[in-house]
């Protein structure tokens, strides 16, 4: 997939590893702080590009943890102010449903 | 599609106020709580609060969310609890997550009283079972009475390190240590020195490098920080620890006026991305209100004032109340709201006073703010200290307080008055009259316990030093132990020569040790012989 996106920007130089790689920022979805590092390189440049390229923040407690930390690898990756990384948009559910809750729903329903 | 005039999002105290504060004004008003219990954070807080009387100062926090839960339910709001809200919609539409099913609502006015959800930081390791939140060892002592494990490291120095830290030791943990990245402890002094007292040491200028363990926290290695948070080489330190417990701030849960719709702002001093409030907690978009930490971080004394000022505006949004009874309101309520925001911890008065001064001008001990006790020879310039001529006239109290905190319960308890504080409550303890009692109400009243009555004429040779004293189990009269100084360092035997307490008290006891009298001003701490391993 890595391969199909476009690069924004040409990488100057090749992508750097770091020591800290390995250690998992978000933790309901299992990502390292270097697949973060990597996708900035990639070319994602937002919080919600970062998240659709990882699912970052999209488990189970919806980035309650992790949305900071990601925020200040993506602000530090393109050397610029947390503040200037525009945090990911709120949608509803802002809670996980179970689909079943849905399927069995009377509003639904009467459709 | 269920219709309420007032929809509250949140039964924490934020959000009780609100519901108490409309409802008490003749509102219908339906609350939601995805807890199975109500009262938000409050239950977990069992210690005493600050403020002032008007703020139940001196009240423990679970106390206090029983008596708002109480006030609520008798006013006839409704709280459905194990309720998620999961959705806002155009026109008010809250959509509800109940048990196996949705359910649907509009509110004339919603009340968004979600509070606040902790941060945590990554280091190497942090995804090992042992490292928790501050508000997750919290729930564990205190509402599922679970000890979170033997010896813990408390990350954060803020008041929710330093308070729950003193929690974990009464639930029979041990400290090894708290840190902080900052070179200042960010908490209450007094919050801090309880633990200190204990023996708890204080590593600022430091931070969590790695967790060590391979299936839960069996370690920790923490490193000093120079001042641009760069790690100094060869300052590692390794923690015998099978817990680390995080408590380095919190963030607004604001996803929910972000979805109706309202203005957001990303404020640092506010903990983060939270909704443009007007002066009456209304967000841009009419009729959508916030209460406490859902709006910007402060605690929860503040909250409960919050939710009562945006009850009352949508009282008299609703036509509830006249104009001059809600202006009355407001301005009492912004007015108790103020009290709580001053004094030197208030959100950004830091940088202005560079924690040097008190506001009457003394200078602020640097070992409280670095080590987390008063160091003797800093004491004695406080108001708050006797002189050496008045303490050798008999019992007096010993206010350690240096701190401009909002907090007065010590003036309102003492029957003598010998305690002043003045209208302006961060103002520091002043003692004013010789005419002391011994009868210890301050001592059991101050929240930050750094009140202590000392009397050297006990004996010839000997002193008696009453501590506020909360460890299980009290130890009787007539045991011998070992007293401590303001650092935890013993400094040799003592004999509790009498144990005190009392309803009012509320579960704080009063525990007078007899001392050489050259420890008079030095003991401020009794550890039983027969201590067990919780320390």
């Given at each position: 997939m890595k391969e199909c996106v476009i690069r924004r920007t040409a990488a100057k130089e090749p992508f750097m590893a770091k020591l800290e790689d390995s250690m998992i920022v978000c933790r309901c979805e299992e990502i390292t702080k270097g697949e973060i590092r990597q996708a900035v390189y990639d070319g994602m440049m937002t919080m919600n590009e970062v998240k659709r390229y990882?699912?970052?923040?999209?488990?189970?407690?919806?980035?309650?943890?992790?949305s900071r930390k990601v925020r200040d690898i993506i602000a530090e990756e393109m050397s610029v102010p947390r503040e200037t990384i525009e945090i990911s948009s709120a949608r509803n559910p802002i809670r996980p449903v179970p689909m079943s809750i849905y399927a069995n729903d009377k509003a639904c329903k009467r459709r | 599609m269920i219709r309420y005039e007032v929809i509250v999002i949140g039964a924490g105290p934020a959000g009780l106020s609100a519901a108490i504060e409309a409802a008490a004004h003749g509102l219908q008003v339906l609350v939601f709580d995805e807890n199975a219990k109500p009262g938000g954070q409050l239950f977990k807080q069992i210690h005493k609060f600050f403020g002032s009387k008007e703020h139940q100062a001196r009240e423990r926090g679970f106390r206090i969310g029983e008596k708002l839960l109480a006030e609520a339910l008798g006013l006839g709001v409704k709280v459905i609890l194990g309720?998620?809200?999961i959705g806002i919609f155009a026109h008010r539409q809250v959509t509800v997550m109940q048990g196996d099913h949705m359910e649907y609502y509009v509110g004339n006015s919603i009340i968004i009283a979600t509070g606040a959800t902790e941060n945590v930081i990554s280091f190497s390791g942090w995804t090992l079972p042992g490292v928790i939140g501050a508000g997750a060892a919290q729930t564990m002592m205190n509402i599922h009475g679970l000890r979170p494990g033997k010896k813990v490291l408390m990350v954060g120095s803020g008041n929710v390190g330093v308070v729950v830290g003193y929690q974990l030791i009464q639930a029979g943990c041990q400290i090894a240590a708290v840190i902080d990245g900052a070179p200042h402890i960010g908490g209450y002094g007094v919050h801090a020195a309880k633990i200190a007292r204990m023996g708890v040491p204080f590593y600022l200028s430091h931070t969590i490098l790695q967790a060590h363990g391979?299936?839960?926290?069996s370690g920790a290695t923490i490193v000093e920080v120079d001042s641009f948070w760069q790690p100094v080489p060869g300052s590692e330190k390794n923690l015998d620890v099978d817990v680390i417990c995080l408590a380095v701030g919190l963030s607004p849960l604001a996803e929910l006026p972000r979805l109706a719709g309202c203005r957001m702002q990303d404020n640092p001093l506010k903990g983060g991305l939270v909704p443009v409030c007007n002066q009456y907690n209304e967000t841009t978009v009419k009729d959508i209100y916030m209460a406490g930490d859902a709006a910007g971080i402060e605690e929860a004394s503040s909250a409960m004032i919050q939710g009562r000022i945006t009850g009352n505006a949508i009282a008299h949004q609703h036509g509830y109340i006249e104009n001059t009874e809600f202006d009355q309101c407001h301005t009492k309520y912004q007015g108790a709201l103020n009290q709580l925001r001053a004094g030197m911890f208030k959100r950004d008065s830091r940088k202005e006073t560079g924690?040097?001064?008190?506001?009457?001008g003394y200078t602020l001990s640097k070992t409280l703010l670095t080590k987390g006790f008063l160091s003797t020879s800093e004491l004695?310039?406080?108001?708050?200290i006797p002189t050496e001529v008045r303490r050798r006239q008999g019992v007096t109290p010993i206010i350690e307080c240096t701190q401009n905190i909002p907090c007065n319960p010590c003036q309102d308890v003492c029957p003598k008055g010998c305690i002043k504080i003045g209208d302006k409550i961060t103002n520091l303890p002043v003692m004013s009259a010789s005419s002391c009692l011994g009868c210890g109400l301050c001592v059991a009243s101050c929240p930050g316990q750094a009140i202590f009555l000392v009397d050297e004429t006990y004996e010839d040779q000997f002193a008696a030093v009453t501590i506020p004293y909360e460890l299980v189990p009290l130890p009787g009269e007539g045991s011998k132990g070992v007293a401590c100084d303001r650092a935890g360092i013993p400094l040799g035997e003592a004999e509790v020569i009498h144990i005190r307490t009392t309803a009012y008290n509320d579960g704080t006891a009063l525990l007078t040790m007899k001392v050489p009298i050259e420890w008079a001003m030095e003991a401020r701490f009794f550890k039983p012989d027969h201590i067990g391993e919780g320390g």
């Amino acid at each position: 997939m890595k391969e199909c996106v476009i690069r924004r920007t040409a990488a100057k130089e090749p992508f750097m590893a770091k020591l800290e790689d390995s250690m998992i920022v978000c933790r309901c979805e299992e990502i390292t702080k270097g697949e973060i590092r990597q996708a900035v390189y990639d070319g994602m440049m937002t919080m919600n590009e970062v998240k659709r390229y990882l699912r970052t923040g999209m488990g189970l407690c919806q980035g309650q943890s992790c949305s900071r930390k990601v925020r200040d690898i993506i602000a530090e990756e393109m050397s610029v102010p947390r503040e200037t990384i525009e945090i990911s948009s709120a949608r509803n559910p802002i809670r996980p449903v179970p689909m079943s809750i849905y399927a069995n729903d009377k509003a639904c329903k009467r459709r | 599609m269920i219709r309420y005039e007032v929809i509250v999002i949140g039964a924490g105290p934020a959000g009780l106020s609100a519901a108490i504060e409309a409802a008490a004004h003749g509102l219908q008003v339906l609350v939601f709580d995805e807890n199975a219990k109500p009262g938000g954070q409050l239950f977990k807080q069992i210690h005493k609060f600050f403020g002032s009387k008007e703020h139940q100062a001196r009240e423990r926090g679970f106390r206090i969310g029983e008596k708002l839960l109480a006030e609520a339910l008798g006013l006839g709001v409704k709280v459905i609890l194990g309720a998620q809200v999961i959705g806002i919609f155009a026109h008010r539409q809250v959509t509800v997550m109940q048990g196996d099913h949705m359910e649907y609502y509009v509110g004339n006015s919603i009340i968004i009283a979600t509070g606040a959800t902790e941060n945590v930081i990554s280091f190497s390791g942090w995804t090992l079972p042992g490292v928790i939140g501050a508000g997750a060892a919290q729930t564990m002592m205190n509402i599922h009475g679970l000890r979170p494990g033997k010896k813990v490291l408390m990350v954060g120095s803020g008041n929710v390190g330093v308070v729950v830290g003193y929690q974990l030791i009464q639930a029979g943990c041990q400290i090894a240590a708290v840190i902080d990245g900052a070179p200042h402890i960010g908490g209450y002094g007094v919050h801090a020195a309880k633990i200190a007292r204990m023996g708890v040491p204080f590593y600022l200028s430091h931070t969590i490098l790695q967790a060590h363990g391979t299936k839960s926290v069996s370690g920790a290695t923490i490193v000093e920080v120079d001042s641009f948070w760069q790690p100094v080489p060869g300052s590692e330190k390794n923690l015998d620890v099978d817990v680390i417990c995080l408590a380095v701030g919190l963030s607004p849960l604001a996803e929910l006026p972000r979805l109706a719709g309202c203005r957001m702002q990303d404020n640092p001093l506010k903990g983060g991305l939270v909704p443009v409030c007007n002066q009456y907690n209304e967000t841009t978009v009419k009729d959508i209100y916030m209460a406490g930490d859902a709006a910007g971080i402060e605690e929860a004394s503040s909250a409960m004032i919050q939710g009562r000022i945006t009850g009352n505006a949508i009282a008299h949004q609703h036509g509830y109340i006249e104009n001059t009874e809600f202006d009355q309101c407001h301005t009492k309520y912004q007015g108790a709201l103020n009290q709580l925001r001053a004094g030197m911890f208030k959100r950004d008065s830091r940088k202005e006073t560079g924690l040097r001064y008190t506001q009457e001008g003394y200078t602020l001990s640097k070992t409280l703010l670095t080590k987390g006790f008063l160091s003797t020879s800093e004491l004695s310039v406080f108001p708050g200290i006797p002189t050496e001529v008045r303490r050798r006239q008999g019992v007096t109290p010993i206010i350690e307080c240096t701190q401009n905190i909002p907090c007065n319960p010590c003036q309102d308890v003492c029957p003598k008055g010998c305690i002043k504080i003045g209208d302006k409550i961060t103002n520091l303890p002043v003692m004013s009259a010789s005419s002391c009692l011994g009868c210890g109400l301050c001592v059991a009243s101050c929240p930050g316990q750094a009140i202590f009555l000392v009397d050297e004429t006990y004996e010839d040779q000997f002193a008696a030093v009453t501590i506020p004293y909360e460890l299980v189990p009290l130890p009787g009269e007539g045991s011998k132990g070992v007293a401590c100084d303001r650092a935890g360092i013993p400094l040799g035997e003592a004999e509790v020569i009498h144990i005190r307490t009392t309803a009012y008290n509320d579960g704080t006891a009063l525990l007078t040790m007899k001392v050489p009298i050259e420890w008079a001003m030095e003991a401020r701490f009794f550890k039983p012989d027969h201590i067990g391993e919780g320390g």
